[in-house]
């Protein structure tokens, strides 16, 4: 029953020949003057047709057999459905719908849908069998009260009028699904989704775990010890994050914050408040560099409060990490950083209380699940440099509690945005070159790492080896994906240091590298990146007191989607805002990244469109979770059936 057209035809009229015209889908009833298979300047099959008035149209096949040259015998009737164009002898339609008819062949009493369909499953097949499916009574799951406040329609009503449009429906409203009937299932749609999470919310808020009171031992040391002072934001997130962690049930919230803002320094207290009430932390990063460069960055001044750390890598030597696993076993490690390796198996944490996850939308509800199974209910603390517009915080991220460092710390310098075509890259290499002169530092950015025939993108090898032949003058690196934890390491840590100058890499350095120094940045191919990606690897630069540059070099022609990428990216350097026109462009599918995995994505509703529904059904959905339970379940078991469960996670 869901199965809901594309779009509709209308074939409840017969428009006169003479009446058609050229660019419009029509439907004629004709009868055959005569029909012959033509040659050139291809095989095809042309029928000559005329109606009662005489005049004539002519109807082309290109792809036919046999049967269908007997079938168009001089004098039978027809009724053909297609679109109408201009032909060197007058009107005509290709492969047009046909079937035949007759003076006494009733039109069609509603408009005709066409469905969405695939190779071998025709569309006469899909309407007897939707017919078949809408023979029985659609049961509302909604009390009709609660429709005549809201202005929707019933289900019923609403289902069986979009496969049955009448004749007079307004077409372009249907289209536009800006329909009731379209509405009425948008707001069910997201009324399941907001009960289902409100659910997963309360259900979590029933289960006890250990509370992590502030101490305030190793918190306040470690803020005392920072060589600057937290930013408002930054207090106020870690505030709530303080209090939600002396709770007695779990905490799932997400920290969220613009490139820059400070996370990673919440993110540590967090920690540490789990170390000193007795427990352990896992702070798990998507790549090794982010992940090693948190260790690096917070290991020593932990160390200093007498916090003891450890790093664990898929690519360590199996006997260095078995001995940090046997140490985590044992309680003597406080805070493990890592990957995913942290959730394969063959580790266990002797009492973890707090699973902190960076870039968080990299990561599967499975995984994460993965993780916090290594506690008996550890508290998760998610962050994400990729905005969460205001539509998906209040759908698919509900069941999530959600703290946002709204401000960038203070001397953080503005990035300046510049697209430049490929065909200028000699004035690139001299604005690369007189940075670097004058003391800078600059990256270099290339999306791929070995040839691709497909792509044909310059990868970042012969990048390398350009550069260091053109700029023979400067000091050249290369970072990329493949290289050994201690080669990465090894280059990042030479190009921190000013030993190089010029950082070729790939996007390994999306997240988390700080080098204040480098104050420019060349992306290869920005036609090829997200907006996400963009933002974050543009948030590289612009962390010291030299006037930073973004440059985006991109290859001409441009798609539609490629300029409207970089339009986004130039205009605005907000998050938040890069984030909501993220959103519009590609859809909540993208975005929410592997998050989608545990959660249904949204058929019917939009959540740009349907912000007004998304609202309501967040309101009725907490009220119906109070008092209606029965209508809350029925409805959710409707729309979700057992990916409801799923959402829970």
């Avoid at 250990?210 to 937290?230: E, G, K």
């Avoid at 207090?235 to 914050?257: F, K, V, Y």
């Avoid at 350097?573 to 989608?596: K, M, S, V, W, Y």
Wanted: with cysteine; proline share 6%.
């Amino acid at each position: 029953m869901l199965h809901l057209p594309l779009r509709w035809e209308d074939e409840t009229r017969v428009t006169a020949i003479r009446d058609l015209r050229p660019g419009f889908t029509a439907q004629v009833q004709a009868t055959v003057n005569e029909a012959s298979v033509a040659y050139r300047p291809r095989r095809m099959l042309t029928v000559s047709a005329s109606d009662e008035s005489g005049d004539v149209l002519g109807i082309r096949f290109l792809n036919f057999y046999p049967s269908h040259v007997k079938l168009f015998q001089p004098g039978a009737c027809f009724r053909f459905v297609g679109e109408v164009r201009g032909g060197f002898f007058g009107l005509e339609m290709v492969h047009p719908r046909f079937s035949k008819a007759d003076a006494d062949t009733p039109l069609p009493d509603g408009l005709t849908p066409v469905y969405p369909t695939t190779a071998g499953l025709g569309q006469a097949t899909l309407r007897k069998l939707i017919g078949r499916a809408l023979a029985a009574p659609i049961e509302d799951t909604l009390p009709s009260s609660w429709l005549d406040a809201l202005g929707l329609p019933a289900l019923d009503a609403s289902i069986r009028l979009l496969h049955q449009p009448p004749p007079d429906a307004a077409l372009a409203e249907l289209e536009s699904r800006g329909h009731p009937a379209w509405r009425r299932l948008a707001f069910d749609e997201l009324l399941a989704q907001q009960l289902s999470l409100a659910r997963a919310r309360a259900e979590r808020r029933t289960r006890i775990i250990q509370p992590l009171p502030p101490q305030r031992r190793l918190t306040a040391a470690f803020i005392d010890a920072l060589p600057f002072a937290l930013t408002p934001a930054q207090t106020r997130t870690w505030q709530e994050i303080s209090a939600d962690l002396a709770q007695q049930h779990p905490m799932r919230r997400l920290l969220q914050g613009d490139v820059g803002s400070g996370k990673t320094v919440v993110a540590a207290l967090a920690c540490l408040q789990a170390v000193e009430n007795g427990l352990q932390a896992a702070f798990m990063a998507p790549t090794e560099i982010l992940a090693e460069q948190h260790y690096r960055k917070l290991a020593e001044p932990l160390a200093a409060l007498g916090v003891r750390s450890a790093w664990v890598s898929g690519s360590q030597r199996k006997a260095e990490r078995s001995k940090a696993w046997q140490a985590i076993a044992a309680g003597e490690i406080d805070l493990a950083f890592g990957t995913h390796a942290l959730f394969q198996e063959g580790g266990a944490f002797a009492r973890l209380g707090l699973a902190v996850v960076d870039e968080q939308h990299r990561f599967g509800v499975g995984q994460r699940l993965a993780l916090a199974e290594k506690g008996i209910e550890p508290h998760q603390l998610m962050m994400s440099a990729t905005p969460i517009p205001r539509t998906l915080a209040m759908s698919f991220y509900a069941d999530l509690d959600v703290s946002t460092i709204d401000a960038l710390p203070p001397g953080r310098t503005p990035v300046v945005t510049k697209l430049v075509s490929a065909a200028r890259r000699d004035d690139v290499l001299a604005r690369v070159r007189n940075a670097c002169r004058t003391g800078g530092q600059a990256y270099w950015v290339c999306p791929l790492i070995e040839e691709s025939e497909k792509l044909q993108l310059q990868t970042a090898q012969d990048t390398f080896a350009a550069l260091t032949e053109q700029l023979p003058e400067l000091r050249v690196g290369l970072v990329h994906g493949r290289l050994k934890p201690d080669e990465k390491q090894a280059v990042m840590a030479a190009f921190k240091a000013h030993a190089l100058d010029l950082l070729v890499a790939t996007t390994v350095i999306e997240v988390g590298v700080d080098v204040p120094n480098a104050a420019l940045m060349v992306i290869e191919h920005a036609e090829r990146m997200g907006l996400a990606q963009l933002h974050q690897l543009r948030g590289r630069v612009g962390r010291g007191s030299r006037e930073s540059v973004c440059v985006l070099l991109y290859e001409n022609p441009l798609s539609e989607l490629a300029r409207a990428r970089l339009k986004v990216i130039y205009e605005f350097t907000d998050g938040f805002e890069i984030a909501r026109q993220d959103l519009q462009l590609r859809g909540p599918g993208e975005l929410l990244g592997h998050r989608q995995s545990g959660l249904p994505l949204l058929r019917f509703a939009d959540l740009e469109r349907d912000v007004d529904l998304l609202e309501q059904a967040r309101d009725y959905a907490r009220r119906c979770l109070a008092a209606h339970p029965d209508i809350a379940a029925h409805h959710v078991e409707r729309w979700l059936g057992g990916r409801a469960r799923l959402s829970r996670t």
